[in-house]
């Protein structure tokens, strides 16, 4: 990412950088916060209306956001937590060079947490206004009871998919420990669990999400109301789809739902074009992908603020 001078920000700037022109630290482990993904999530987090408020962020990642929530959204504070405690040095380094004035308002949990589930991070999240996260939808490509479906399915695992690249938990999660939750069998345990909790500890908090809508966004909306929140859209936009994720995790759902009349139940959707006007089916999408591991896919990314029905 290019420096740039504070001046020079538009209003709605994503990934903002500070006064001195610093640009954010990004080793290989850290996600890279000039994906796509960063983007949209921030430009909605900028729509829901943020100032003033304390705000938790559940994998704080590089800090990028905590500096666009102080800096540009006018948050009262900030905490925040990561799976992988390095980031969390990583965000609080960052944090101090991109948003110096507020850095102060930053108050991170520091060492490995999974969720919220420490004593610390249950203690911030109960004082919380709003929790956001962006937290991945796809299983481990190497988790057991994950290769069991590929192998019922009679799914090839694409070449290169089932190696671990240094920022690989930014991508995938441990599918069989979380599947004691209804919506893992469509990827998003990781992101169940995380309501379940937020309503146990902080039960009139909002929460805003970051989701990639490869199974179309009216199966998230039936997971946060199942969860007791009423989902509303802030922002979307089409992205391409990064190389370095999995997706033959979409083509089993396909595969598994044929034949069984619920088909219709669940429809993946992925983009020829990033005008998003040609629809292929996660089959589709991943023919073109045997064919040309280099052919450009889309799909959509969407930010969604969930309120707590009893609230």
């Not at 420490?118 to 991945?136: F, G």
Request: glycine content about 8%.
């Amino acid at each position: 990412m290019p420096d740039l001078n504070v001046d020079e920000i538009p209003s709605g700037a994503s990934v903002p950088v500070s006064a001195d022109g610093v640009s954010p630290e990004v080793p290989d482990f850290a996600f890279d916060p000039t994906d796509p993904w960063t983007e949209t999530f921030q430009k909605g987090l900028e729509r829901a209306g943020l100032s003033g408020k304390r705000i938790y962020e559940v994998g704080i990642g590089t800090g990028i956001n905590v500096a666009f929530l102080l800096r540009m959204c006018g948050a009262a504070h900030v905490s925040g937590s990561d799976l992988d405690p390095r980031l969390v040095v990583l965000a609080e380094r960052n944090v101090r060079s991109l948003a110096p004035e507020e850095a102060n308002l930053f108050h991170p949990v520091r060492g490995e947490v999974s969720l919220i589930d420490t004593e610390e991070a249950q203690a911030r999240i109960a004082e919380t206004d709003v929790i956001i996260a962006c937290l991945p939808q796809v299983g481990d490509p190497g988790d057991r009871r994950l290769t069991a479906f590929r192998k019922a399915q009679s799914v090839e695992l694409p070449e290169g998919a089932g190696e671990k690249a240094d920022d690989h938990i930014a991508h995938y999660y441990p599918w069989a420990a979380f599947d004691e939750y209804p919506f893992n069998s469509v990827g998003l345990g990781l992101n169940e669990a995380l309501l379940r909790r937020i309503r146990d500890q902080a039960p009139t908090a909002q929460v805003i999400m970051n989701f990639g809508c490869r199974i179309g966004t009216g199966i998230i909306f039936e997971m946060f109301e199942a969860n007791g929140f009423r989902p509303e859209k802030l922002h979307s936009q089409i992205v391409r789809q990064d190389a370095g994720t999995d997706i033959s995790f979409f083509v089993m759902l396909e595969k598994a739902l044929r034949g069984t009349g619920l088909e219709k139940d669940l429809v993946c959707v992925f983009f020829a074009d990033e005008d998003a006007a040609s629809p292929l089916s996660a089959s589709e999408a991943q023919d073109l992908l045997d064919r040309d591991p280099d052919t450009p896919l889309f799909h959509e990314v969407c930010v969604i603020r969930a309120v707590p029905v009893a609230a």
